[in-house]
């Protein structure tokens, strides 16, 4: 429950008859007033109090009406009620405007912040291109000004693999530097090959005598996973692929202990709680690298990583998600410069080496966190992909644990156990013990892959670093974190102050695979197309609205079958039949409905 103290702690706040005053300086703009909410175990009804600027004094001031807002403290031991089978029917009209397309695999792209029409586009198998987008505006094509980076001889792009992520340090005039995490193919494997491997995080120098579109030859520094370079560092050095159930007695690539080429442990070592070698990111695994990068309010850089284990079966080496001197299945928070874990990190001990792992671990429990971001408020965001029952929206302080393996989901403030990892004999026997529940963070929202469960199903979660707070789109998505399932072409937004508020955006099965959503200097949504091959851009309007590009296809199709300007009659009358469509029990699409309604031009 949520009891709530309606006396302002502002010093500055002072108690007048009928309220309370506080003043402003001259050319300030914006206070904060402060009240105290007191966290108790009792299930209680949601809170509403509402904060009124009924007043103000001074030569020049006035207040056309009064100003207020509504703040609901809602209640954690209070569930989020969710409709069963919500019908996937939006409040919103939307529209996927590609802006450039032809790519290969784009996964995360970077608006530089010098200049906001050159946008920098990661695609997986290993390569940055940078486009101008500055005649996009007036409808002319985005131009392809170079690649700025190919190392596609080093990427492993098998499977879910790849180039995973781009970032660019805020500071560019200082630290002019592009940040970008890989899994790595070292020198005698097989290229692209599904066998283990390990994942680096490069940090290179920009040149700015370019605009910061090209990289200083020679730059390359690794920051992240230094500790394995070559061949001898990978588990069955390459060659054996621990997605495979036959493979599930093979060391982790991270473990420090003597094996045969087959990655069989040649010595006897302390399976529940083993030595780790230093600065190690595993991938024993074709998917779960993470890979996640974004720069904190704080200055550092978060990285996310993946348990590199399997998606294919109970992999007992999943545990060690669990053990902060495992850099796998982490939020890791380190120094951009130098790499090195920051000593307000909440496991660093005094006097730790900043350069041990268990310094650089912030937060863990977590499977596949494929994308992060903050939101103005400096809380970071994490999707993290599930595995068979629940996908997961996480937030949470230094040192949350989200629980994985030994809990998935479910929503509402639920912990629900994942029996199939509590009840391996590893845990029976006592080799790994079971976190209690009550050091586990619950999801901030989960969705289970099971339509019986109430609320929306996901089945493969995407997200990115967009919450919006632009003024293009209805205010009521103000606050809003856009994700996406991947698997059905599905995008919602859910509102960071208040989770209940969960918006259905729109669904293009076959054809749209969003994996990271970014907010551009124009202050719309953009998105990565990985498997259609484009960077779009949303445009969202009232639900009783046609987007700009809708508007204008509806007006060429129109014109083309008359050969003539439309008369406004027909032209609004066609509109408002299509939204009916949109709108209306078929639910069709924006495409659907203008080509039922082509007879009619």
Same mark, same amino acid.
């Given at each position: 429950?949520?009891?709530?103290?309606?006396?302002?702690?502002?010093? *500055?706040?002072?108690?007048?008859?009928?309220?309370?005053?506080?003043?402003?300086?001259?050319?300030?703009? =914006?206070?904060?007033?402060?009240?105290?909410?007191?966290?108790?175990?009792?299930?209680?009804?949601?809170?509403?109090?509402?904060?009124?600027?009924?007043?103000?004094?001074?030569?020049?001031?006035?207040?056309?009406? &009064?100003?207020?807002?509504?703040? *609901?403290?809602?209640?954690?031991?209070?569930?989020?009620?969710?409709?069963?089978?919500?019908?996937?029917?939006?409040?919103?009209?939307?529209?996927?405007?590609?802006?450039?397309?032809? +790519?290969?695999?784009?996964?995360?792209?970077?608006?530089?912040?010098?200049?906001?029409?050159?946008?920098?586009?990661?695609?997986?198998?290993?390569?940055?291109?940078?486009?101008?987008?500055?005649?996009?505006?007036?409808?002319?094509?985005?131009?392809?000004? =170079?690649?700025?980076?190919?190392?596609?001889?080093?990427?492993?792009?098998?499977?879910?693999?790849?180039?995973?992520?781009?970032?660019?340090?805020?500071?560019?005039?200082?630290?002019?530097?592009?940040?970008?995490?890989?899994?790595?193919?070292?020198?005698?494997?097989?290229?692209?090959?599904?066998?283990? =491997?390990?994942?680096?995080?490069?940090?290179?120098?920009?040149?700015?005598?370019?605009?910061?579109?090209?990289?200083?030859?020679?730059?390359?520094?690794? +920051?992240?996973?230094?500790?394995?370079?070559?061949?001898?560092?990978?588990?069955?050095?390459?060659?054996?692929?621990?997605?495979?159930?036959?493979?599930?007695?093979?060391?982790?690539? *991270?473990?420090?202990?003597?094996?045969?080429?087959?990655?069989?442990?040649?010595?006897?070592?302390?399976?529940?709680?083993?030595?780790?070698?230093?600065?190690?990111?595993?991938?024993?695994?074709?998917?779960?690298?993470?890979?996640?990068?974004?720069?904190?309010?704080?200055?550092?850089?978060?990285?996310?990583?993946?348990?590199?284990?399997?998606?294919?079966?109970?992999?007992?080496?999943?545990?060690?998600?669990?053990?902060?001197?495992? +850099?796998?299945?982490?939020?890791?928070?380190?120094? &951009?410069?130098?790499?090195?874990?920051?000593?307000?990190?909440?496991?660093?001990?005094?006097?730790?080496?900043?350069?041990?792992?268990?310094?650089?671990?912030?937060?863990?429990?977590?499977?596949?966190?494929?994308?992060?971001?903050?939101?103005?408020?400096?809380?970071?965001?994490?999707?993290?992909?599930?595995?068979?029952?629940?996908?997961?929206?996480?937030?949470?302080?230094?040192?949350?644990?989200?629980?994985?393996?030994? #809990?998935?989901?479910?929503?509402?403030?639920?912990?629900?156990?994942?029996?199939?990892?509590?009840?391996?004999?590893?845990?029976?026997?006592?080799?790994?013990?079971?976190?209690?529940?009550?050091?586990?963070?619950?999801?901030?929202?989960?969705?289970?892959?099971?339509?019986?469960?109430?609320?929306?199903?996901?089945?493969?979660?995407?997200?990115?670093?967009?919450?919006?707070?632009?003024?293009? #789109?209805?205010?009521?998505?103000?606050?809003?974190?856009?994700?996406?399932?991947?698997?059905?072409?599905?995008?919602?937004?859910?509102?960071?102050?208040?989770?209940?508020?969960?918006?259905?955006?729109?669904?293009?099965?076959?054809? +749209?695979?969003?994996?990271?959503?970014?907010?551009?200097?124009?202050?719309?949504?953009?998105?990565?197309?990985?498997?259609?091959?484009?960077?779009?851009?949303?445009?969202?309007?009232?639900?009783?609205?046609?987007?700009?590009?809708?508007?204008?296809?509806?007006?060429?199709?129109?014109?083309?079958?008359?050969?003539?300007?439309?008369?406004?009659?027909?032209?609004?009358?066609?509109?408002?039949?299509?939204?009916?469509?949109?709108?209306?029990?078929?639910?069709?699409?924006?495409?659907?409905?203008?080509? *039922?309604?082509?007879?009619?031009?």
């Amino acid at each position: 429950g949520a009891d709530f103290l309606a006396t302002p702690l502002n010093s *500055d706040v002072r108690s007048v008859p009928g309220g309370y005053e506080i003043s402003f300086a001259a050319g300030e703009s =914006r206070k904060e007033v402060v009240f105290r909410i007191n966290d108790d175990s009792a299930s209680e009804a949601t809170e509403t109090f509402v904060i009124s600027v009924i007043n103000v004094n001074g030569p020049d001031a006035a207040l056309g009406a &009064p100003r207020t807002v509504r703040v *609901d403290i809602l209640d954690d031991e209070n569930p989020v009620v969710d409709q069963p089978q919500p019908p996937l029917r939006s409040d919103f009209n939307v529209s996927l405007d590609a802006v450039v397309s032809g +790519l290969a695999e784009p996964i995360a792209f970077e608006f530089l912040a010098t200049d906001a029409n050159k946008l920098l586009i990661a695609e997986k198998r290993g390569t940055i291109q940078v486009y101008d987008l500055s005649g996009v505006a007036d409808g002319g094509a985005p131009v392809l000004e =170079r690649t700025m980076l190919d190392i596609q001889s080093i990427v492993n792009s098998r499977q879910d693999r790849g180039l995973l992520d781009i970032a660019i340090h805020p500071d560019l005039a200082n630290n002019p530097f592009l940040y970008a995490f890989y899994v790595v193919d070292p020198a005698g494997v097989e290229a692209d090959g599904g066998g283990n =491997r390990f994942s680096h995080l490069v940090r290179y120098t920009l040149d700015a005598a370019t605009g910061y579109t090209s990289i200083v030859a020679g730059s390359s520094t690794v +920051l992240l996973g230094g500790g394995a370079q070559t061949i001898d560092d990978i588990s069955g050095r390459g060659a054996v692929d621990g997605t495979l159930p036959v493979h599930e007695n093979v060391v982790a690539t *991270d473990i420090d202990v003597a094996r045969d080429a087959n990655g069989i442990a040649l010595e006897g070592y302390d399976v529940g709680n083993p030595t780790f070698r230093t600065d190690v990111l595993k991938v024993d695994s074709r998917s779960h690298a993470g890979g996640a990068l974004a720069f904190g309010p704080d200055g550092a850089l978060y990285v996310s990583t993946g348990d590199g284990t399997s998606f294919n079966f109970v992999d007992p080496r999943s545990y060690y998600v669990q053990d902060v001197d495992s +850099l796998v299945g982490k939020i890791l928070r380190i120094d &951009p410069i130098t790499g090195a874990g920051l000593a307000d990190n909440p496991f660093v001990q005094t006097g730790d080496d900043l350069s041990s792992n268990s310094s650089k671990v912030y937060q863990l429990g977590l499977r596949n966190p494929f994308s992060i971001g903050f939101d103005e408020d400096g809380r970071l965001l994490i999707t993290d992909t599930g595995w068979n029952t629940w996908e997961e929206i996480n937030t949470g302080g230094p040192g949350a644990n989200f629980g994985w393996p030994y #809990y998935e989901g479910g929503d509402n403030g639920q912990i629900l156990l994942n029996s199939q990892y509590v009840n391996r004999p590893e845990v029976q026997n006592g080799t790994f013990t079971v976190t209690p529940n009550s050091e586990i963070t619950p999801a901030f929202r989960a969705f289970a892959h099971d339509s019986n469960v109430a609320g929306f199903q996901v089945q493969g979660i995407t997200g990115g670093d967009a919450i919006y707070n632009g003024d293009v #789109y209805p205010e009521d998505l103000i606050g809003s974190y856009f994700f996406a399932d991947v698997s059905q072409g599905e995008i919602f937004a859910v509102n960071v102050e208040d989770r209940r508020d969960l918006e259905f955006l729109i669904k293009r099965e076959g054809s +749209l695979a969003p994996v990271h959503f970014s907010q551009g200097p124009d202050g719309y949504v953009y998105y990565a197309d990985i498997a259609f091959g484009n960077i779009g851009r949303l445009s969202i309007v009232p639900g009783d609205q046609l987007t700009p590009a809708q508007q204008l296809e509806i007006f060429n199709l129109y014109i083309g079958y008359f050969d003539r300007a439309p008369e406004l009659d027909g032209y609004e009358f066609h509109k408002r039949a299509i939204l009916e469509d949109i709108r209306g029990p078929a639910a069709k699409t924006f495409e659907q409905a203008l080509l *039922d309604r082509a007879d009619h031009f």
